[in-house]
């Protein structure tokens, strides 16, 4: 394998983030850089203004471009908006062999059978995930190969978007100089990052606090079973604190991240913080539990939002390897604990998982730690798997593997 570079692209509604790594000839993988700069353009995890989106993503680009042109080849850009939706899809075939065996035609046959869901207008496949084949009625088969039967099923998790939104973002990248091999979906971009495989074996969700929006992906059995994107995040919690206080936006922005606290109770009641030390023109002084009261009750409600979701698919409370948490909403204190007492769930911050990828320095490995690079993490994971020809499926990216291996090519 000749020498090549994968880049990971985040964009988000506060900043946008971007992981550099190497394929070397080797085949190793090494992580070189981690980029965030502020985002504007974007709300929600949707553009809702171009020309502003694209200057924001131009200029992390051009740090890019800086480090090493030809990294801008290979993006992997996560898309993460609420329009985004998961389906069921059932392919059937007949096996082609007369002794009946089946063989790797007939697999692709039924994938693709499986695959072959119509969509509404405007609506593009991010990925079809096969969840399981089943031979003459006998389900739950990881790997029909070899195997004697008649007939051969596929079940199918299509994941689908609107296609102008996803679109709008490919644009910014592209006029921007970048060009996209691969689109993710970016709560499965986040738990490739943080997951062990007994934890989606087991049961686990992962809830990915954004600021303008927060993912969710469940698993069992080792199979995405359920996602969503919720349109609220940290942001909200900043919001209510510039209501509540009467202070600015950037100024409610600053104390969460200095004085929030998830659990009210263990913040000082008596403490009182003079808010003209973050916002000259305040007048008032409030105690820091009553900003922590203000952080828990929007973060209890987003916990809320989570746990209904879970309930719809029958596992609230029924996980047991329990909730893991990232993004930059996860880093406010004692957030874990809360989400342990809202969902019931034993609940963790996720730190992405560095076992199969070589970091390029110790600073940068401290730097990675971080649950808010999760997602650009979890995308050059996703990246390099399918380098090695790891099974993925992403008609958004057209014929993906053949398409991603010509930048392999010195």
Not at 87 to 114: F, L, N, Y
Not at 373 to 382: D, E, R
Not at 384 to 404: C, H, I, S
């Amino acid at each position: 394998m000749a020498q090549s570079f994968i880049t990971a692209l985040d964009i988000g509604s506060q900043n946008i983030k971007v992981a550099i790594a190497e394929v070397r000839r080797d085949g190793r993988l090494t992580l070189l850089r981690l980029i965030k700069t502020l985002s504007t353009g974007v709300r929600k995890g949707v553009v809702d203004n171009l020309a502003d989106a694209t200057r924001s993503v131009n200029d992390i680009l051009s740090e890019v471009k800086k480090f090493e042109k030809s990294a801008l080849k290979n993006i992997f850009l996560a898309v993460g908006g609420r329009d985004v939706k998961l389906h069921t899809s059932k392919g059937i075939v007949a096996v082609s062999r007369a002794d009946s065996e089946i063989q790797r035609d007939d697999i692709e046959r039924v994938t693709e059978a499986s695959h072959a869901m119509k969509l509404k207008n405007n609506r593009i496949i991010l990925h079809a995930l096969i969840q399981e084949y089943v031979v003459d009625d006998v389900g739950d088969i990881r790997d029909p190969l070899g195997m004697v039967g008649n007939r051969l099923e596929a079940n199918s998790l299509i994941i689908d978007a609107f296609e102008p939104n996803v679109k709008r973002l490919n644009q910014c990248v592209e006029t921007a100089g970048g060009n996209v091999t691969g689109l993710v979906f970016s709560p499965l971009a986040t738990a490739s990052s943080i997951l062990t495989k007994d934890q989606k074996e087991l049961g686990v969700a992962v809830v990915d606090i954004g600021f303008g929006k927060t993912g969710l992906a469940v698993y069992e059995e080792n199979q995405l079973i359920h996602a969503k994107v919720f349109a609220f995040g940290s942001g909200n919690i900043t919001n209510d604190l510039a209501i509540g206080l009467k202070i600015p936006i950037h100024v409610a922005e600053n104390i969460k991240l200095s004085l929030g606290v998830a659990v009210a109770k263990e913040a000082p009641s008596r403490e009182q913080i003079d808010l003209k030390k973050f916002d000259v023109g305040s007048r008032k002084a409030v105690t820091r539990r009553a900003i922590a009261e203000i952080v828990e009750d929007r973060l209890a409600e987003i916990f809320q939002f989570v746990d209904n979701d879970l309930k719809a698919i029958r596992k609230s409370a029924k996980l047991p390897a329990g909730i893991v948490l990232s993004g930059g909403g996860s880093k406010l204190p004692l957030i874990a604990d809360l989400a342990r007492r809202e969902l019931k769930l034993n609940s963790q911050i996720g730190i992405p998982d560095f076992s199969a990828i070589e970091i390029a320095n110790s600073d940068l490995a401290l730097e990675a730690e971080d649950p808010e690079f999760a997602c650009v993490l979890g995308l050059i994971q996703w990246g390099y798997d399918q380098a090695r020809g790891e099974e993925f499926y992403t008609p958004a990216g057209g014929n993906f593997l053949k398409k991603f291996l010509k930048n392999f090519i010195p």
